[in-house]
């Protein structure tokens, strides 16, 4: 295993979601030429810490009352988790092609979330009953691929699709496939957890 790949690796603590909130609001106040101040020493300690040093998917999202405001992230590690959140903090905010940028006014409203991704998993299965009984709602982030187009649904969509069949229907509707494509049996799925930390 090379170094910094991820294993079964220990879990992040409430202090580690902090700071890695602190570090993307900082992030996004620096791109939009806000004063940024240097972190706290506990912060600084704990960003340098091995833990936030492992090479992890990342996904941040930013919501505005309630609704989403961006989501971009990386399924497979492209850096550390600390590079993740920075540059996918960047990417929430001003590279989602679905929302113009976040604007410095909006910035002081804006809720943002952190998941930090388990390495992807292949889900085999038989048949599309097979597959709705081996999705976990609630727990599973889940990849679904076909003739290129691909989609991912983080585990906090189960919040607002609770029916697997639902799920996945809009999952492949996301990917740009049929609605029905899950029943056929030629998906590709792949499922992963996540550990999310959330501003107040």
């Given at each position: ?20 909130l ?17 972190p ?55 590279g ?42 609630d ?10 187009l ?5 585990p ?35 499922t ?9």
């Amino acid at each position: 295993m090379e170094p910094g790949t991820s294993t079964a690796v220990d879990k992040l603590t409430l202090e580690d979601g902090q700071a890695l909130l602190w570090l993307a609001r900082q992030t996004i106040a620096q791109r939009l030429w806000q004063a940024v101040a240097d972190p706290p020493g506990e912060i600084s300690q704990t960003l340098a810490s091995p833990r936030l040093q492992e090479r992890r998917g990342v996904f941040v999202t930013l919501k505005s009352n309630g609704q989403l405001r961006g989501c971009i992230g990386s399924l497979q590690p492209v850096g550390s988790i600390v590079e993740g959140v920075r540059d996918n903090a960047l990417k929430a905010a001003f590279g989602d092609p679905r929302f113009p940028g976040l604007s410095v006014e909006e910035l002081a409203a804006v809720q943002i979330e952190i998941s930090v991704l388990t390495p992807l998993k292949p889900l085999s299965y038989q048949g599309s009953e097979e597959l709705v009984a081996r999705l976990r709602p609630d727990r599973d982030g889940v990849l679904i691929e076909q003739g290129g187009l691909s989609a991912t649904f983080l585990p906090q969509v189960w919040k607002q699709l609770p029916q697997p069949e639902n799920f996945l229907a809009q999952l492949c509707l996301k990917a740009g496939l049929p609605a029905t494509a899950w029943q056929s049996g030629q998906l590709k799925v792949e499922t992963y957890q996540v550990q999310s930390f959330a501003e107040k």
